[in-house]
């Protein structure tokens, strides 16, 4: 049985990246399953629920690794646990078993990533107020799902790019 796919596309790269979605199996944390690619393990984002507005929400995932200074940036391709700017999701303490072989990753897409560091009057406030966190390593998007999709589901995708004229805003951007 096919599963259906969710397809987001990065507009700053002309790919494509499938999401396929499963049943929560981690503590009742939403759950979304990058398909592999030949010889790239499996890789389970693990978000967050919003129940206010019923959306399950997977924040901070990496599109590019951190460029050198002054290059392009490539299309991540494959993800490894600690890659996530929240750290490494603690399976142990929700509830997870995870044995030796198991040929999976598990990202931790629960919390905003870093902002990029910039200008504005008001970022210095942010950081100090722990609103946001800069670091160069800011090259990450969020994808926000209706709350508990089901596997048959088609869902629409929107992008949108966080503004401020290409000099200025983020994910995770509080404004």
Partial sequence: MLRPTLWLTLATAVS???LTQREPKISHSPTATLLPGKGTPK???VGRTLPEFDQDLFLGIKYADEPARFTPAELKSHYASNDSNSGVYDLSAAGVRVTSRSNAVYYNAT???YDCPGYGSDTTKMVKMGLIRLNED???LNVIRPKGVGEEEDLPVMLWI???GWSQGAT???R
């Fill in 43 to 45: 890789t389970i984002f």
């Fill in 138 to 140: 800011c090259l990450n």
């Fill in 172 to 174: 995770a951007d509080p």
């Fill in 162 to 164: 966080f503004g401020g």
């Fill in 111 to 113: 919390e905003y990533g």
């Fill in 16 to 18: 494509s990246i499938p």
